[in-house]
Structure formats: structure tokens, C-alpha cells
């Protein structure tokens, strides 16, 4: 059974920081690459930052010196740690990982909300 569940959003001020966690249950897969999504309002949903399963990463250009994803393979989750907080990062951030065999899984999303 897989599942991925986001946590840490809210109401923060620009210039704010927020960290988001992933908590991914997918026992006995074994868990690849993941990563955080968003949409914001009226926008198509945008890559943010991935992680392989090796630690490697990539950001959106966006997001760039702001914003560092980290995993703890021995929980299972993905860490999202957001600086410096503007007001076009306004949106509702998803979780996804990569399963061997199974394929892509989301999780249902958690909103951050910038302003002041």
C-alpha cells in the first residue's frame, strides 16, 4: 500500500521560511527518486526541486539559493526547506515519489500562503 502525505503549510509573511515534510508509507516497494510540485492559482502545476534516492538534486530556476530539498531514507520522507518567501511561491506544494515496478505516486497537497 503506498501512500504520501504532506505537512507544514500555512500563513507566512514575505521574507518567511516554512519547511514541509513528506511522510511516504510503501512498504515492501522501495522508493526511487522524489520530489515537490506546485500550482499556483491560474497556473499549470511546475516542477519545484528532486531528489534521486542517491541524494543528487535539481531545481526550478525559481526557486534557485531559496529552497533545498533533503531526504531521511530511514523514515521515508522528503523535506522541503523554503527561505526567503515571496509572494509568487503562493500555492498548494505536492509531493511525489518514483516506486520500482508500481510507478508515480502524488500526494494530495498542503498550501502555502505568502503575504503580508
Known amino acids: 500500500q503506498v501512500q504520501l502525505v504532506e505537512s507544514g503549510g500555512g500563513l507566512v509573511q514575505p521574507g518567511g521560511s516554512l519547511r514541509l515534510s513528506c511522510a511516504a508509507s510503501?512498504?515492501?516497494?522501495?522508493?526511487?527518486?522524489m520530489g515537490w510540485y506546485r500550482q499556483a492559482p491560474g497556473k499549470e502545476r511546475e516542477l519545484v526541486a528532486t531528489i534521486s534516492s542517491r541524494g543528487s538534486t535539481n531545481y526550478a530556476d525559481s526557486v534557485k539559493g531559496r529552497f533545498t530539498i533533503s531526504r531521511d531514507n530511514a523514515k521515508n520522507t522528503v523535506y522541503l526547506q523554503m527561505n526567503s518567501l515571496r509572494p509568487e511561491d503562493t500555492a498548494v506544494y505536492y509531493c511525489n515519489a518514483v516506486l520500482t515496478i508500481l510507478g508515480l505516486y502524488w500526494g494530495k497537497g498542503t498550501l502555502v500562503t505568502v503575504s503580508s
Open positions: 510503501a512498504r515492501p516497494y522501495s522508493i526511487n527518486d
